[in-house]
């Protein structure tokens, strides 16, 4: 069967410090993969997917940047965190050509201070 | 292009009581719909979805709900809430067959479940 992690799973940086979040898919072969944000009082902000190895789209322009540099895992990136990046990300995953339905990882709590 | 209205952000409900979470959908193509339940400080998790067939779909927990498609609607129910139930809904559409994959989200609703 497929899981999905997603670590750390909790997280405080202080302003201007750099972001890893690293996100890696089991079960399952070229996975179309998703990095969310929520804030708080928010609904679900797509912030990057990629259909590929190292192909990355990027849904709105900020801070952040993402990776994919194996098949199965997918990297969230700041060199230097704003207090606005703070929220919780989710990782998610589907398969090409199906319904589209998401797998979604545990999520990671990020808070900019 | 699609999109997704949810009616409430906010739905309060009595133990016992009918849930009823509200869909609203804008799609130019057959869509496939979704409902996802998220509890605090975890991922969604998916409740129920439409796809083709029979419009009224059945889900865990408990939860159903109809795709209406004159109405452009998909809105989420059960008939007796839990205290258990309190949590997040969030209702999506995806473009059918062909698609890329990208859910469109609502902006969510929030459940709460009163003794």
């Known amino acids: 069967s497929q899981t999905i992690h997603q670590w750390p799973a909790t997280l405080v940086q202080p302003v201007g410090s750099p972001l890893s979040l690293e996100c890696t898919v089991e079960?399952?072969?070229?996975?179309?993969l998703y990095w969310y944000r929520q804030a708080a009082g928010r609904g679900l902000q797509l912030l990057f997917y990629s259909v590929g190895i190292g192909q990355i789209s990027s849904e709105v322009p900020q801070n952040l940047s993402a990776s994919r540099p194996q098949d199965r895992q997918f990297i969230l990136s700041s060199k230097k965190l704003l207090l606005s990046d703070s929220g919780f990300y989710l990782c998610?995953?589907?398969?090409?050509?199906?319904?589209?339905?998401?797998?979604f990882g545990e999520g990671s709590r990020l808070t900019v201070l | 292009a699609q999109s997704v209205t949810q009616l409430g952000s906010h739905v309060s409900v009595s133990e016992g009581a009918l849930v009823l979470l509200r869909c609203n959908y804008s799609s130019s193509v057959p869509p496939y719909l979704f409902w996802y339940v998220q509890y605090p400080n975890q991922g969604l998790q998916l409740l129920l979805k439409?796809?083709?067939?029979?419009?009224l779909v059945k889900g865990i927990n408990g939860f159903e709900a109809e795709f209406k498609k004159s109405e452009t609607s998909f809105h989420l129910t059960k008939p007796s809430a839990h205290m258990s139930d309190a949590a997040e809904y969030f209702c999506a559409v995806s473009p059918g067959s062909g698609n890329t994959g990208k859910l469109i989200f609502g902006q969510g609703t929030t459940l709460q479940v009163k003794p």
């Open positions: 079960g399952t072969s070229n996975p179309n």
């Open positions: 998610a995953w589907s398969v090409w050509g199906t319904t589209g339905e998401l797998f």
């Open positions: 439409y796809t083709t067939g029979a419009t």
